[in-house]
């Protein structure tokens, strides 16, 4: 039941997190509109997210539990792809 908890629960999450950024991900390479999207804020949760796969990294060198730290490495990784659309597609 640990490893559960600790291990495949917060995989799992990471996997339904990733179906709330791709659909954005394949309309925004698909439209290359970024007009409504906020730069600052993608650049700031980026930051959040990156503290948060360092706890995440540290986590699993004390105590082994990998959970945490591939949730985290899915969000992250998916969140600087819609910062990179964000700044690849922006009306300059």
Known sequence: ?????????????????????????????RTKDVSGIDLRFWIILDIALAMLFTNAVVVFLQFGTWGYMVTEAFNLGLALIVTFLVIKYRKK
């Open 1 to 29: 039941m640990t490893n559960f908890l600790l291990n495949l629960l917060p995989s799992l999450a990471g996997i339904v997190l990733a179906f709330c950024y791709i659909p954005q991900i394949k309309t925004t390479i």
